[in-house]
């Protein structure tokens, strides 16, 4: 089911509705995509290329850009190791070397089961080193018996974690009626609430 | 001097993500309070509490804010929250923990501006932060504080939240608004694209970080007197600081802006109480990967953007990285270089060819294969993306990612030459290419 689905068109209408300029919403929709499937299918890409009125190629060249991005399966769970300075300076090539031989599989390829391991640039939790992500889920301080509970529930299916491609589980939602109105670039109004200008300014 | 804390006051508060634990604690009292002001007022007052901007310039938001061209409209507000140099945790913990106070934040923003659709751009990773503002929006729509006719007035605003993908570059404010168009996130020349002249959609743009835009309630509602109250002559308020690496207590403090000084804040008992182990202290990084490594020597310095500046670093992005006797230096290095290797958009040659030999030649030393001439060659590619390699950097590059790269392998070179010599003595001499080691 490459393309989007029925439900899926309807939330990418209205994250489309959102931005002044269509082509804004590619990213959130590559999400929606990647959501869907857990990737980015090339079926998906033109049918966002059909929504937004661009070109596959435009889409395949913003997806093709940003890391989080797959464009091939992936497998379920993907756990990034951060190696980020204050990670390295507290044991992240240690941590990852590990994860290697627990699982048997080097840095970027996915076990049978569907679990990956990368290495990955500063997540922003420096302060908890060694820190790692199951599919952007933070899990701090991470000993070599951390992570391999962190598989073991992983295997087992204890893991409070949505599946690979699902990322935040609230979405924004603007109620009818609620909204301000995308600012059209054509309109060149003031907003309402600009006082008028006292008088005309010399010179100009 | 009396010091509060201002953009962390709520964390202790587990329930301050919530609206009604927000509206119990003070939230949305600026809001109300500004909309009884005229947004020149409101400007006016940010710009008298002289805010420096917490991304990692540290320009004057007010300042910022007044670049707009009059009578050119619409104008929007890009809020930067793709927080991603190395060292760096704040913005993440702002927005999870207090999202509303952002929100606040950028309404008072757009009012005083006139700003009329406001992007808040949160880094892909982020999925926890995203939840919590996304919720936030929502309740806030529900309650009126945004969207149509905000709190019964004419001051209508939407916020869209936006996510980002994973690419340390979107932090550039140019390739923010790249991103935000759709595009591939690589930065856009200034002149002319400086963003409150022509940004979003070629409109004038404010692009403002997201602890910039968390002080301003707190302005708003106490007043610029009592901002300027706390802090040094040139650095006025609080700023969040995230001391981590080899420290006992690594944490994110809150800290007045301008007077506390480094040794406070690593070795203080309430901060990150001292270098671990009892090791001694070989180096620090004192605003994030991009900035110039400081020692001993300077611990005595205050937090303060002008001392920092003149000092031959910068205070950044508020990321203090502690490094013992132990550390590695040639090590270390590699793995920032790597960083910005990897980070490169692959706009400017210089940046794209440089980093990406840079990261090569130092594998290359760490895996035994290095050569006398390489401590040379490290220096002339450095010095062909940031000429002098002096601070501040001159660049060859669009944007300064590039000379980022730069700054991990000068300080490194300058103090720590004999780490790279005794790798490059110790190497088995074989002439192996670059690339392949």
Redesign the interface.
């Given at each position: 089911m490459p393309r989007l689905n029925d439900s899926n068109v309807r939330i990418a209408a209205e994250i489309i509705g959102?931005?002044?300029?269509s082509?804004?919403?590619?990213?959130?929709l590559?999400?929606l995509a990647q959501e869907q499937d857990g990737y980015v299918a090339d079926d998906a890409m033109q049918h966002l290329a059909e929504l937004?009125d661009?070109t596959p190629a435009e889409v395949l060249?913003?997806c093709s850009?940003?890391?989080?991005?797959k464009r091939e399966p992936v497998g379920d769970y993907r756990i990034?190791i951060c190696?980020?300075?204050?990670c390295?300076?507290?044991g992240a090539d240690d941590l990852i070397h590990h994860a290697e031989e627990a699982l048997g599989v080097r840095q970027g390829t996915v076990t049978s089961d569907g679990i990956s391991i990368e290495g990955v640039?500063?997540?922003?939790?420096?302060?908890?080193?060694p820190c790692l992500?199951v599919?952007?889920?933070?899990m701090n301080k991470v000993s070599n018996q951390g992570f391999d509970a962190l598989v073991e529930d992983i295997r087992d299916g204890s893991v409070a974690v949505p599946k690979h491609g699902m990322?935040?589980?609230?979405?924004?939602?603007?109620?009818e009626?609620?909204?301000?109105?995308?600012?059209?670039?054509e309109?060149?109004?003031?907003?309402?609430?600009?006082?008028e200008p006292a008088a005309v300014?010399g010179g100009n | 001097m009396p010091f509060e804390k201002i953009v962390t006051k709520r964390f202790d508060n587990v329930d301050a993500h919530n609206l009604d634990t927000y509206l119990e604690t003070g939230g949305y009292v600026a809001l109300r309070k500004a909309l009884d002001m005229?947004?020149?007022e409101v400007h006016n007052e940010v710009k008298a509490a002289s805010v420096l901007g917490r991304g990692g310039a540290g320009f004057p938001a007010g300042v910022k804010w007044g670049f707009c061209p009059?009578?050119?409209?619409?104008?929007?507000l890009v809020v930067n929250g793709d927080?991603?140099?190395?060292?760096?945790?704040k913005?993440?913990q702002l927005l999870e923990r207090d999202p509303h106070q952002i929100i606040e934040g950028c309404l008072l923003a757009c009012?005083a501006v006139?700003?009329?659709?406001c992007f808040l751009y949160i880094?892909?990773?982020?999925?926890?932060a995203?939840?919590r503002v996304?919720?936030a929006?929502?309740d806030a729509?529900?309650a009126?504080y945004v969207?149509?006719n905000i709190l019964g007035?004419?001051?209508?605003?939407?916020i869209?939240?936006?996510?980002?993908?994973?690419?340390?570059i979107v932090g550039e404010e140019t390739a923010l608004i790249e991103?935000?168009?759709?595009?591939?996130?690589m930065p856009r020349l200034k002149p002319p694209f400086f963003p409150a002249a022509v940004g979003l959609?070629?409109?004038p743009t404010i692009v403002n970080n997201v602890e910039t835009l968390a002080n301003l309630p707190w302005i708003i509602d106490r007043g610029a007197d009592a901002y300027t109250a706390m802090g040094a002559e040139n650095s006025k308020g609080t700023r969040v600081f995230?001391?981590?690496?080899?420290v006992n207590n690594?944490?994110?403090f809150e800290v007045e802006f301008g007077t506390t000084t480094f040794r406070d804040i690593i070795e203080g008992a309430d901060y990150a109480g001292g270098v671990r182990d009892g090791k001694k202290l070989k180096a620090f990084?004192p605003g994030g990967?991009s900035a110039p490594w400081f020692h001993e020597e300077h611990l005595d310095l205050p937090l303060e953007k002008v001392t920092i500046d003149k000092a031959g670093s910068m205070l950044g992005s508020g990321?203090i990285?502690v490094?013992d006797e132990d550390?590695d230096m040639v090590?270390?290095c590699h793995?920032?270089v790597r960083?910005f290797a990897?980070?490169s958009?692959g706009k400017c040659t210089p940046c794209r060819e440089g980093t990406t030999w840079l990261e090569r030649i130092l594998s290359r030393i760490i895996a035994g294969h290095g050569r006398p001439s390489d401590m040379a060659l490290l220096t002339e590619i450095c010095e062909n993306i940031s000429p002098g390699i002096a601070w501040p950097p001159k660049q060859t590059t669009i944007c300064p990612l590039g000379p980022s790269a730069v700054s991990p392998i000068a300080s490194s070179i300058e103090r720590f030459r004999n780490e790279f010599e005794d790798y490059i003595t110790l190497s088995d001499r074989r002439v192996i290419p670059v690339g392949s080691a």
């Open positions: 959102r931005y002044p300029r082509k804004s919403a590619l990213i959130p590559l999400h937004l661009i060249g913003t850009f940003y890391e989080m991005f990034n190696h980020g300075i204050a390295h300076l507290l640039e500063c997540i922003a939790a420096c302060t908890e080193a992500q599919n952007y889920r933070y990322l935040a589980l609230t979405r924004q939602s603007i109620p009626g609620k909204a301000a109105g995308n600012a059209m670039v309109s060149n109004d003031p907003p309402a609430w600009w006082p300014e | 005229t947004p020149e009059p009578g050119v409209w619409p104008r929007y927080e991603s140099e190395p060292g760096t945790y913005d993440r009012y006139g700003l009329t659709q880094r892909g990773e982020m999925a926890h995203q939840e996304a919720a929006l929502n729509y529900d009126g969207g149509k007035t004419d001051f209508s605003v939407d869209v939240l936006h996510w980002g993908a994973g690419a340390y991103s935000l168009e759709g595009n591939r996130g959609y070629g409109q995230a001391v981590s690496g080899h690594p944490g994110v990084i990967a990321a990285v490094m550390t090590k270390a793995n920032l960083f990897r980070e958009c």
